[in-house]
T-cell receptor
Framework: AQKITQTQPGMFVQEKEAVTLDCTYD???????LFWYKQPSSGEMIFLIY??????QNATEGRYSLNFQKARKSANLVISASQLGDSAMYFC????????????????????FGKGTLLTVNP | ETGVTQTPRHLVMGMTNKKSLKCEQH?????MYWYKQSAKKPLELMFV???????ENNSVPSRFSPECPNSSHLFLHLHTLQPEDSALYLC??????????????FGPGTRLTVL
């Protein structure tokens, strides 16, 4: 089963409008971290925002906010006032706590990424 | 230079060649990572180094050989690659990989094509 699911392969938004990019995750851990990255066509992965599983407030960072709904295991990224420069691939990623990592035989160093959503901002 | 840099940005090599990818981080971080990004597949972690010591090898074939001489530099030595190894190779660094909220910062990547 996928640990990170991004159901929107592509999204379109008009400049200056808000857009929500969906992300759902799967973990049995109580302690985990959720990240969003942006990847323009140049290739670099740019960190946008982080949400810890125990954070009571939704994370915000400038025009980016994370709509964290723990019971639904969703961590949607909201971009307000879209700009042309926001056109890029957006990846949701999760880092699990030690418990899940040990049970799966892995480590908790790994960021598990979704397949991404390609956002196009139209003028 | 700031952030994480990678050279070369583009590399074309034959299956019998030997080449190396270089990554350098200017952030004072302690951990460095190699990721592989193939078309239409999620990012795959390859190797992790913490304080120059390798802490993870994610079942990577031996034709990929990492080297971390210090906490600021990371290399990926390539030999006898296959066409399916063509991908974007991303390097990342982070401050403290034991911290769940530890953020990884990525370089621009090396676009590798194996002929």
């Amino acid at each position: 089963a996928q640990k990170i699911t991004q159901t929107q392969p592509g999204m379109f938004v008009q400049e200056k409008e808000a857009v929500t990019l969906d992300c759902t995750y799967d973990t049995s851990d109580q302690s985990y971290g959720l990240f969003w990255y942006k990847q323009p066509s140049s290739g670099e992965m740019i960190f946008l925002i982080y949400q810890g599983s125990y954070d009571e407030q939704n994370a915000t960072e400038g025009r980016y906010s994370l709509n964290f709904q723990k019971a639904r295991k969703s961590a949607n990224l909201v971009i307000s006032a879209s700009q042309l420069g926001d056109s890029a691939m957006y990846f949701c990623a999760m880092r699990e706590g030690w418990r899940s990592s040990r049970l799966s035989g892995g480590s908790n160093y790994k960021l598990t990424f979704g397949k991404g959503t390609l956002l196009t901002v139209n003028p | 230079e700031t952030g994480v840099t990678q050279t070369p940005r583009h590399l074309v090599m034959g299956m019998t060649n030997k080449k190396s990818l270089k990554c350098e981080q200017h952030l004072g971080h302690n951990a460095m990572y190699w990721y592989k990004q193939s078309a239409k597949k999620p990012l795959e972690l390859m190797f992790v180094y913490n304080f120059k010591e390798q802490t993870e090898n994610n079942s990577v074939p031996s034709r990929f050989s990492p080297e971390c001489p210090n906490s600021s530099h990371l290399f990926l030595h390539l030999h006898t690659l296959q066409p399916e190894d063509s991908a974007l190779y991303l390097c990342a660094s982070s401050q403290d990989l034991m911290n769940l909220g530890d953020t990884q910062y990525f370089g621009p990547g090396t676009r590798l094509t194996v002929l």
